[in-house]
């Protein structure tokens, strides 16, 4: 009875992994304040107002750049097949609008900024009208390429 207990509670419990952040790399808080400056300065181009650092879509974020790099996948669903709207009511953000970027392999925040805006669907995403506040994970993958999500949203 006691492995039966013990597998079940293996069973449970599993869902709850994708939702574990991981340590984020040194120096991780510069680079998401680099990337949100970035993005902004994109933004500002484009006659967009900048957007603010969330703590609460940051942490979104990270989840996601946690789960990809444990994974070595570039996805937006996490392992337990949560997608974003799911991670953002996790974290208790009630929002209108909300997109995600997700990157694979840029070591620098200009080079992922770069990669997002030469991309249509990313670029569209960075450009959104209406959303006011945004989030980066960074973690290091298992191949040592960095794992990358930025979430924009706008509040209910």
Not at 28 to 43: G, K, N, Q, T, W
Request: include cysteine; charged fraction near 25%; glycine fraction near 8%.
């Amino acid at each position: 009875m006691r492995p039966l207990l013990l597998s079940l509670l293996i069973l449970a419990a599993a869902p709850l992994q994708a939702a574990q952040p991981c340590k984020a790399p040194q120096g991780a808080d510069a680079l998401r304040v680099e990337v949100i400056r970035l993005v902004s300065a994109e933004r500002r181009k484009a006659g967009l107002p900048p957007l603010d650092l969330s703590r609460k879509l940051q942490g979104a974020a990270q989840v996601q750049a946690c789960d990809n790099a444990r994974r070595s996948v570039l996805s937006h669903e996490t392992s337990n097949g949560s997608g974003l709207t799911d991670r953002l009511r996790r974290q208790g953000y009630r929002f209108r609008a909300a997109a995600e970027n997700i990157a694979r392999g840029p070591s620098t925040a200009q080079r992922v900024v770069e990669l997002w805006m030469n991309s249509a669907g990313h670029r569209k995403n960075i450009l959104m009208r209406g959303v006011h506040e945004a989030g980066v994970g960074i973690a290091p993958g298992k191949d040592g390429r960095a794992q990358w999500s930025l979430v924009l949203a706008k509040r209910k």
